[in-house]
């Protein structure tokens, strides 16, 4: 009877111990998937993705229109106005099957500074490329779809967003899955750039009072009366 009692005694204790490892590991895992994701402070997500098998990823604050980048722990996950997005793109297996360009007059001069043939090259399919004649590999499998972002900023102009990280059958769950995310992430910043490419309404002015009309002078008598 006793050793059955120190038995069960030895069984809790056991139990207690991997569940307080177990508490403090799924803690940690938290604590560090939560600061990965972090944007910097007055930045409140939306809308967010974090790539499956990667560390970076985009969110969205739907009342200031901006977009953070998300980076890996210890990285500056960078805000960008709507207003610095200046070219959105999706490219499966290194073909493009979407994209969006800034073409407004202040789009242009703002993509005439950050454009070079690299940058060029990277929002444009391998075949409109010197000629080249690169096809999507075969076979109804897909291996990547990648969001590229190109944004205002000479530093660091352009950001890649993977939602798609390995070989998929196309059609099935896991490629219709990617698919449909990063098409939704197309969309939306679809809209943002026609919206940084729309005309600033200009303030109206308020409608002036009507200037007050001299008073009429008085009838003189009539000529003739005494």
């Known amino acids: 009877m006793g050793m059955l009692i120190v038995s069960v005694l030895i069984f809790f204790i056991v139990v207690g111990i991997l569940a307080f490892t177990l508490g403090g590991g799924s803690k940690a895992n938290k604590t560090s998937a939560t600061s990965a994701l972090a944007c910097p402070p007055g930045f409140t997500p939306s809308l967010a993705y974090k790539e499956k098998y990667g560390d970076n990823g985009i969110a969205y604050d739907e ?3 901006a977009i953070c980048i998300l980076k890996p722990e210890g990285q500056l996950s960078p805000v960008i106005a709507y207003q610095n997005i200046l070219a959105a ?4 297996d290194d073909t493009l099957t979407a994209k969006s360009v800034r ?14 043939e690299d940058i060029k090259a990277l929002f444009q399919n391998n075949t409109e490329q010197e000629g080249g004649d690169q096809k999507p590999p075969s076979g109804g499998i897909s291996s990547s779809i990648e969001f590229r972002i190109l944004v205002n900023n ?3 102009p352009v950001h890649y967003i993977h939602f798609l990280n390995m070989e998929a059958k196309k059609g099935g769950v896991i490629h219709n899955e990617a698919v449909g995310h990063v098409k939704n992430w197309q969309d939306l910043l ?3 750039i026609r919206l940084a490419g729309k005309p600033v309404a200009q303030p109206t002015q308020p409608p002036q009072p009507p200037s007050p009309q001299p008073s009429p002078a008085p009838e003189t008598a009539a000529a003739g009366q005494s």
């Open 63 to 65: 009342k200031q229109k």
């Open 89 to 92: 793109a999706v490219l499966e």
């Open 103 to 116: 073409a407004d007059e202040s789009g242009k001069q703002l993509l005439s500074h950050i454009l070079s």
């Open 154 to 156: 000479p530093e660091e």
């Open 190 to 192: 679809s809209y943002l």
